[in-house]
């Protein structure tokens, strides 16, 4: 069965909801190994451990994980029976300060051996990306430059998109009103 893509397209919360979600708050993944997964988080990626619960409180052990001033933004549970099917998440992503800064993580992820799964800018979105696996088979994507919709509710047509699948070749062909400022020399 076909999707309705402009039926889909065309819904909206209804009016007098009573409330309105702010921002996504954090996310839980369940790991097979907490202390490799701590390690992977802080040691590659560069998150800071908040708190441990001890298994006598979560067994498998409960890790709280922030990168910015709220208490987390990502947790992990350390019970998780297997490697991830990718069946209930498709992936986590994380928003960098720069495209630098993507260059950095792809250079951190390479030293590291994490496996590489994408790199260059997304379609829907335009978004200059890299993303990859934690040891436990999630996929994650740390990206910059997400487009911003406005008051006037203004999406970018897919006519804009550009679709890139290198890093390089992104900031090479930017689209229309991102502005790609490199301030270090780039390394393919």
Not at 33 to 39: A, K, P
Not at 85 to 113: I, T
Request: hydrophobic share 40%; net charge negative.
């Amino acid at each position: 069965m076909a999707i309705d893509i402009v039926k889909l397209r065309a819904l909206q919360p209804p009016e007098g909801l009573g409330f309105k979600i702010r921002r996504l708050g954090h996310v839980v993944l369940q790991v097979t190994d907490l202390e490799r997964s701590l390690l992977f988080y802080t040691q590659v990626l560069g998150f800071k451990v908040t708190e441990i619960y001890s298994e006598d409180l979560q067994p498998g052990g409960f890790a709280f994980l922030r990168c910015h001033t709220d208490h987390h933004s990502i947790a992990l549970v350390g019970n998780g029976a297997a490697h991830s099917q990718h069946k209930e998440l498709h992936h986590v992503a994380f928003e960098v300060g720069s495209v630098d800064e993507v260059f950095a993580v792809r250079e951190r992820l390479r030293e590291q051996g994490a496996t590489i799964t994408f790199e260059g800018r997304r379609r829907a979105g335009c978004q200059i990306a890299v993303e990859f696996l934690d040891p436990d088979g999630h996929c994650l994507e740390i990206y910059w430059g997400l487009d911003q919709i406005g008051t006037s509710g203004y999406v970018r047509p897919a006519s804009e998109w550009k679709g890139i699948r290198t890093l390089e070749a992104a900031v090479a062909n930017p689209v229309v009103g991102q502005e790609i400022r490199i301030q270090k020399k780039l390394t393919p």
